[in-house]
């Protein structure tokens, strides 16, 4: 059974702090692994997908990374409107030339002023 | 704008009762997922879709129904809702190719009393 595992559960950072977001997976046969951003009352919004160790990919403040067993967000010189919960999923084939995500519990990141 | 719309945006219902909520989309996609998320939780699978025509089961199906006449429509039924059953439900859709993320509709707060 697909597993995935976020760290931690909540996180405040000042302005223009730097962290990162883990995210740990156990899967057969890793298909993509994806991060979403999600807003209070909304959607999940999708930001990125990896698929192979030692894949990156950027946007704005975000840079997503890939190992064997695990993924970072990293976000550099956070602002107040990155504040959101940000999940992130495993991808399993599901049949059909389709395939479903399994979703960890995501990290809900505060920015402050 | 293309996505995906859902309705209704909340509800309260009484247990027992029947209800249905509607996803539409109109990107043609192929794929689509209901989910629900509760706190502590996460995003859970219900039902999918991998073509209009066929569904399938997911991680928590019990007490919900779903179909897939066409394309666009993915509709949720709960035959008799129960207290169980009150939870923030998320509709998706996955284009063709894997580098497609899933697109979440907006949400429906169902609440069973």
């Known amino acids: 059974e697909d597993q995935v595992t976020q760290s931690p559960e909540a996180l405040r950072l000042q302005e223009g702090e730097s962290s990162s977001l883990n995210c740990s997976y156990t899967?057969?046969?890793?298909?993509?692994l994806f991060w979403y951003r999600q807003d209070p009352g909304k959607g999940p919004e999708f930001l990125f997908t990896?698929?192979?160790a030692g894949e990156e990919k950027e946007k704005e403040r975000l840079k997503a990374t890939l190992t064997k067993k695990e993924s970072f967000l990293h976000i550099t010189a956070p602002k107040p409107e990155d504040s959101a919960t940000y999940l992130c999923a495993t991808a399993a084939y599901s049949g059909a030339g389709s395939y479903q995500l399994t979703f960890g519990k995501g990290t809900k990141l505060s920015v402050i002023p | 704008i293309a996505g995906i719309t859902q309705a209704p945006t909340s509800q309260i219902l009484a247990a027992g009762r029947r209800m249905t909520l509607r996803c539409t989309q109109d990107m043609r996609h192929n794929a689509m997922y209901w989910y629900r998320q509760d706190l502590g939780l996460g995003l859970r699978l219900i039902h999918y879709?991998?073509?209009?025509?066929?569904?399938g089961k997911g991680e928590v199906p019990d007490g919900y129904s779903v179909s897939r006449a066409n394309t666009d429509d993915f509709p949720l039924t709960l035959a008799s809702a129960v207290p169980s059953q009150t939870s923030v439900y998320f509709c998706?859709?996955?284009?063709?190719?894997?580098?497609?993320?899933?697109?979440f509709g907006s949400g429906t707060r169902l609440t069973v009393v």
């Open positions: 899967v057969s046969g890793l298909r993509g």
């Open positions: 879709s991998n073509t209009a025509g066929t569904t």
């Open positions: 998706a859709s996955r284009g063709e190719g894997q580098g497609y993320g899933y697109t």
């Open positions: 990896l698929y192979s």
